[in-house]
């Protein structure tokens, strides 16, 4: 079974700043997938970063950054430069790595505004 | 590229009756699967079909169905109504299987109200 856990349920961030969106998670699978995404209030779930378990170097995309603690079971979001349209709930997710595991199992996510 | 389309966008619906919610892949992807997102959480996983099986389920009863057509688009089909059924329902495609590294491209939802 997998669980992840955001604990921050809402931040605020001043326009141009950096934010650290809190993920932490649970697996007895060996290898697996960590994801964020970006949830709007249209709804859509857009796709912003990955990383795998067993990948040695942190994720990037562009201002999104994964800081991955294997150790510590943590993978938390950076938004570098935050801008108005970063506004948005982000979601952490998991996809344990095997021949039938196909789910991804969310958090509860984390709601972000942006002020001016 | 076309991405993935859900419709309807809104759905009204009484207790009892039932629902069918449609979705179409992006352009390439033989994998979709379904989400049920209530408010405030985070999306929970229906079910997932390839090449026209299913092949995962999540924790949802019988009266969630789905299908899905030779052209990789799918249906979710949810009998008896309850009003805990009131959330958005994703649809996400993905190449392959939907297994590993391969993100899901999720479509904007269908909101459905049940009352």
């Known amino acids: 079974a997998q669980k992840i856990t955001q604990t921050q349920p809402g931040m605020f961030v001043q326009e141009k700043e950096a934010v650290t969106l809190d993920c932490t998670y649970d697996?007895?699978?060996?290898?697996?997938?960590l994801f964020w995404y970006k949830q709007p209030s249209s709804g859509e779930m857009i796709f912003l970063i990955y990383?795998?378990?067993?990948?040695?170097q942190n994720a990037t995309e562009g201002r999104y950054s994964l800081n991955f603690q294997k150790a510590r079971k943590s993978a938390n979001l950076v938004i570098s430069a935050s801008q108005l349209g970063d506004s948005a709930m982000y979601f952490c997710a998991m996809r344990g790595i095997r021949s039938n595991d196909y789910k991804l199992s969310f958090g509860a996510g984390t709601t972000v505004t942006v002020r001016a | 590229e076309t991405g993935v389309t859900q419709s309807p966008t809104h759905l009204i619906k009484t207790r009892g009756q039932q629902v069918t919610l449609r979705c179409s892949s992006q352009?390439?992807?033989?994998?979709v699967s379904w989400y049920q997102q209530a408010l405030g959480q985070g999306p929970q996983f229906i079910f997932q079909y390839y090449r026209e099986e299913e092949n995962g389920r999540g924790n949802f009863p019988p009266r969630f169905s789905g299908l899905q057509f030779p052209n990789y688009s799918s249906e979710l089909n949810v009998n008896a109504l309850e009003l805990d059924d009131s959330a958005l329902y994703l649809c996400?495609?993905?190449?392959?299987?939907?297994?590993?590294?391969?993100?899901?491209?999720f479509g904007n939802g269908t909101r459905l109200t049940v009352t």
């Open positions: 996400a495609s993905t190449p392959g299987g939907g297994l590993g590294n391969s993100p899901l491209h």
């Open positions: 352009s390439g992807h033989n994998t």
């Open positions: 990383q795998g378990s067993y990948d040695q």
């Open positions: 697996t007895s699978d060996p290898s697996y997938g």
